[in-house]
């Protein structure tokens, strides 16, 4: 053991504040309500990752990671065969969890489980039997990966709105990601910091890859990379110490904002409270972009108004289609031609929900996206975007409008679609999403196993049962 | 929006051009300077190989050991799939921040021919990789980074916010992996949009034991993003003409078509490399010159101690650069990233070396004493650019005098580039005592005549510190 050249002081900056916390979370600072909300994150995240397991683009991630698996210890989603190294095992479940875009959504706007939850399955399988953590561990890391995550994004006002640069799940997530995994593997506090620095050089990703099948790649490597940076931070590696904190002239997680305001965090206990608290998630209803979600409830509920009137859903009868819709170029796709293209188009997830009165995994598949009746449907659609329309997930609203060639205008509106945080989904509708998901690739006893292993979770020994299970 | 024109994108521009260029077009200039740089770097990167932060990655990357193998640069006793051989051979090269540096701003070479030899290992046994075709892609993967750098004005200059081998590093690397692996235009396009999702890491991790791996992990990342694309997978593929692709790691971004194939202008032949004397960032090396004639002036004869107690003071003028500006670095990579301790260190011992680095010397009084009276000034004219900056050092003795002189030009800059023995001098100062004589030798000679190399696996060979014995004789040429 030597000592290195930085002096590891922890209580003045921002950084140190974080690696503290990290390090000194206990199962006793996670509250009722934050152990429920994020056990319900995590049976989520399995069955989006399980159904993610079956898209073209986790097999492409699969197959090139088999490449290099020679200690393989580590689970993957929906292939009880194989097994790889953790960090690529927990790259392809991370893949598979954001494959379809059907994984959970926080404000300020990212995708927190999937960056998360598969470092901690493969980290637990790396350790030896005789250091096993137990589910309230595992709980707790994941909290302690969310937590860092959500203070993160309170850095920046831009974190709020829809992102436009960076896609946030890379950018927060790879941290998330490592502080989970320096949670779990129980760094000093030192070690947390230094985890936290090293992730910080292997986050970020364009925002231009979204909508396109690179983009579960972020959250595959989100949470590869927070892993590997834990790794690397338990070997030793050690990077600036200051990496949280503004440093003008030398940027440091700074450089992923224009406008940065880094603060510390409270030491764990009474002054200090977990963000999912407070904020909690949305969990989706179908594989698309969160946005989509209200206006399809706008146009399912417009929808239910024309049947009412004219019988049944005539596309004939109707001239337009009216959508009020919030700024954000990425989801705004008139004439998407790939499904990941579709899960990020507004004017797609209206037509589809008006022509079939429903959205789900299907209504994604090529023939979907490309039949007749949906394109000719997409011909009638017009966007506006007004003024009081804004691009945030807590504020945004959508709208549906018909526009009959009667004259008649039919309209839909939807502040708070069901699944979003302010209408959490039931337990019975969040566990029949599980089921349907899982259903995919596993079978019912397994199925059954893991809902109930996530429900016990703070009662299990040996928390590395739950990546076993997959 | 990117500029289209009759080509379309820019993305697609690219994709065409690192598909189409071939060997024909490499021109003499180019071929000269690059055959440089490779020797350089495999120098840079065999010394580096000794470096803690490279054992460390080579410890966290046998985890990961399968039956793909490549050679870690000076290493008989192990190997690793060529992701981690990328890797850990990327960070080998920038370990000392010892590798060679362009203009726009960012180290070229270690973020591209790592990969391309652990690459170049992994194919299957029938297929040869010639030097040449090394040679081509190693300048596919220069020039792409250096188009990129031209995208912005922001990379004229010294960096602020994120570190370019990150940024540009990542994408020259898939681009010369995808040349190597022979994509067709839409899986070199794809590699390119994969790649964009890989890049960019912060400033603030310069000047710590993490700064190697962003040149580790653009070497990596650029082969996994190559690899991806030849599985099929897709992404953006107008990554390098939109705002929120590429455009996110810059504040001004302005993306432009290549010029055409024929006769194809390389940046290299118009813009040299700058190689370093010692390994410190590159900012230092003016310092350094410029200190060593102030102390040529002040002492008679060079065994001869400087006269510390007469010393008041000690101005540099510099530009600003903040994190080179340490006043008491207390690390090797802080010492490395301080004008003042490369200016004390050269007026004490005459010249730079990597033995200025070594903990003893970082912390020996004399130099803690010297760098106490150590200041920076930065003037206007002083722009923090590699193409432009100058230093000047000013040592004011107690008797009121003052010795001064000013580096605009350091020996190893591009305007003053390393003569042939030099460069020799460097390579074999870093390589021997990790390799035998005779794969050191052998390695200048591959490299000298790699365009006639039949099969460039003889380089690895010599890399892994094999004896030459074990080779046949007739190695090399076609």
């Not at chain 1, 995590?42 to 699969?62: C, E, K, N």
């Not at chain 2, 994969?194 to 310069?206: E, F, K, M, R, V």
């Amino acid at each position: 053991l030597w000592i290195k050249g930085h002096h590891f002081a922890p209580d003045d900056t921002v950084t140190g504040s974080f690696a503290s916390f990290i390090s000194a979370a206990r199962p006793e600072h996670l509250s009722q309500t934050v152990r429920q909300r994020s056990k319900r994150m995590i049976l989520d995240s399995l069955g989006v990752g399980l159904v993610g397991s079956t898209t073209r683009v986790f097999d492409i991630a699969l197959r090139y990671c088999r490449l290099y698996s020679s200690v393989a210890v580590s689970s993957v989603y929906g292939k009880p065969g194989v097994k790889l190294s953790p960090t690529l095992a927990a790259f392809t479940n991370g893949v598979a969890t954001h494959s379809m875009d059907f994984d959970d959504t926080w404000h300020p706007a990212t995708h927190p489980s999937g960056a998360v939850l598969p470092a901690l399955l493969a980290a637990s399988q790396m350790l030896p039997p005789s250091a096993k953590p137990t589910g309230l561990d595992f709980l707790l890391a994941f909290n302690v990966g969310l937590e860092v995550q959500g203070r993160l994004m309170h850095f920046s006002t831009e974190a709020h709105d829809i992102p436009k640069r960076f896609h946030p799940p890379s950018v927060v997530g790879t941290l998330g990601g490592a502080a989970a995994a320096a949670k779990l593997l129980s760094l000093s506090p030192a070690q947390c910091c230094h985890a936290l620095g090293i992730a910080a050089s292997l986050a970020g990703a364009p925002m231009a890859n979204a909508a396109t099948q690179a983009k579960p790649l972020h959250v595959g490597n989100a949470t590869r990379l927070g892993l590997e940076a834990a790794l690397l931070a338990a070997r030793g590696m050690e990077a600036s110490p200051l990496i949280l904190d503004d440093i003008p002239g030398c940027s440091g997680f700074g450089a992923f904002y224009g406008v940065y305001q880094p603060k510390p965090l409270p030491a764990p206990g009474q002054h200090h409270q977990f963000l999912l608290e407070k904020q909690d998630i949305a969990f989706k209803r179908f594989p698309a972009h969160l946005g989509m979600h209200w206006v399809v409830d706008a146009a399912l509920s417009v929808r239910n108004l024309f049947i009412n009137q004219a019988g049944s859903f005539s596309p004939a009868l109707i001239r337009s289609i009216l959508l009020k819709i919030p700024v954000s170029k990425y989801i705004n796709r008139p004439f998407p031609s790939s499904e990941h293209q579709a899960r990020h188009s507004f004017q797609f997830n209206a037509c589809a929900a008006l022509l079939d009165g429903e959205v789900g995994l299907g209504s994604f598949s090529e023939s979907s996206i490309q039949r007749q009746e949906l394109r000719e449907l997409l011909d009638k659609v017009v966007v506006e975007h007004p003024e009081d329309n804004m691009a945030n997930f807590d504020k945004m609203y959508g709208e549906v409008a018909l526009l009959l060639h009667t004259g008649d205008v039919l309209t839909g509106k939807c502040d708070t679609f069901y699944g979003h945080w302010r209408k959490p989904l039931s337990k019975e509708s969040l566990l029949k999403k599980f089921r349907s998901n899982a259903s995919h690739v596993l079978p019912e006893e397994k199925i059954e196993a893991i809902i109930t292993l996530v429900e016990n979770l703070e009662n299990l020994s040996d928390s590395s049962q739950l990546a076993c299970s997959l | 929006m990117g500029k289209t024109s009759v080509w379309g994108t820019v993305t697609e521009n690219f994709a065409k051009v690192i598909h189409g260029l071939n060997a024909n077009q490499l021109t003499d200039q180019v071929i000269q300077r690059s055959k440089r740089m490779i020797l350089d770097t495999l120098g840079v990167g065999l010394l580096g190989t000794t470096t803690e932060v490279c054992h460390k990655v080579a410890q966290y990357s046998k985890i990961y050991s399968s039956d793909l193998s490549s050679t870690i640069w000076g290493h008989l006793d192990f190997r690793l799939p060529p992701l981690y051989a990328a890797f850990v051979n990327g960070v080998a090269v920038h370990s000392m921040d010892f590798d060679d540096t362009w203009h726009p701003a960012t180290h070229p070479s270690g973020a591209v021919l790592p990969t391309l030899i652990a690459l170049s290992e992994a194919f299957p046994q029938k297929k040869k990789i010639s030097g040449l075709d090394l040679l081509l892609a190693f300048n596919v993967g220069i020039e792409v980074q250096g188009r990129l750098l031209h995208f912005s004005k922001e990379a004229r200059n010294i960096p602020k916010r994120f570190h370019p081998p990150a940024v540009v590093g990542t994408m020259g690397s898939a681009a010369a992996c995808a040349k190597l692996l022979a994509l067709d235009q839409l899986e070199c396009k794809n590699a390119l949009a994969i790649a964009a999702s890989y890049a960019g890491a912060p400033l603030a991790n310069a000047a710590t034991q993490i700064k190697p791996l962003h040149v580790g992990n653009a070497a990596k990342h650029g082969l996994e993003a190559a690899c991806l694309a030849l599985q099929g997978l897709q992404g953006n593929k107008q990554i390098l003409d939109v705002e929120s692709g590429m455009g996110a790691f810059y504040t001004d971004y302005n993306p432009q078509v290549l010029p055409t194939l024929e006769s194809y202008p390389w940046l290299l032949d118009q813009q040299d490399v700058a190689i370093k004397r010692f390994p410190a960032h590159l900012a230092t090396h003016w310092v350094a010159d410029a200190a060593s004639s102030v102390r040529r002036k002040l002492v008679e004869n060079s065994e001869n101690l400087l006269p510390l107690d007469k010393i008041e003071k000690v101005i540099l003028k510099v530009p600003e650069v903040k994190y080179v500006n340490r006043p008491s670095p207390a690390s090797e990579h802080e010492a490395r990233h301080s004008f003042q301790f490369v200016a004390c260190s050269a007026l004490l011992d005459g010249s730079m070396s990597v033995q200025s680095f070594t903990s003893e010397n970082i912390h020996r009084p004399a130099l803690r004493e010297l760098l106490c009276k150590t200041h920076l000034e930065h003037p206007h004219d002083n722009t923090p650019s590699f193409d432009s900056l100058y230093c000047q050092v000013t040592v004011t003795l107690q008797d009121g005098n003052t010795i001064s002189d000013r580096c605009t030009t350091f020996y190893g800059h591009w305007r003053k580039p390393l003569k042939k023995e030099d460069l020799e001098k460097k390579f074999q100062s870093n390589a021997l005592g990790i390799l035998p004589t005779e794969a050191v030798e052998g390695i200048i000679e591959t490299v000298y005549n790699l365009e006639k190399v039949e099969d460039c696996s003889v380089l690895s060979t010599f890399l892994s510190g094999q004896s030459a014995r074990a080779l046949p004789q007739k190695r090399f040429f076609l």
